[in-house]
Nanobody, 115 residues
């Protein structure tokens, strides 16, 4: 059973920045897809950013160049750098990783952006 542990969430003012981290208990180099999702109260979970097949990155339309996904394979860790945050970015952010047909989620980390 793979574990994904997120960290780095918190309270930040509008216009501020945060960097989320997701540490995996397995080798992330062999993931098919690894990414970040978020879910705000009353809304569906949505894609924030993902790395597909180790080389292609995909971002949600709302990101508009403000976020950057990266990975450190030596640490089995994925990051999400978020800049110019707005209150609309307030949500629980989840790490997701897929190895073949095996799909795993982290427990989530809360990001709250105050106006």
């Amino acid at each position: 059973q793979v574990q994904l542990v997120e960290s780095g969430g918190g309270l930040v003012q509008s216009g501020g920045s945060l960097k989320l981290a997701c540490v995996a208990s397995a080798n992330i180099l062999t993931t098919n897809v690894m990414g970040w999702y978020r879910q705000a109260p009353g809304k569906e979970r949505e894609l924030v950013a993902a790395v597909i097949n180790r080389s292609n990155s995909k971002y949600g339309d709302f990101v508009k160049g403000r976020f950057a996904i990266s990975r450190d394979y030596s640490k089995n860790t994925m990051y999400l750098r978020m800049d110019n945050l707005t209150p609309e970015d307030t949500a629980v952010y989840y790490c997701n990783a897929r190895w073949g047909t095996e799909n795993y989620w982290g427990q989530g980390t809360q990001v709250t952006v105050s106006s």
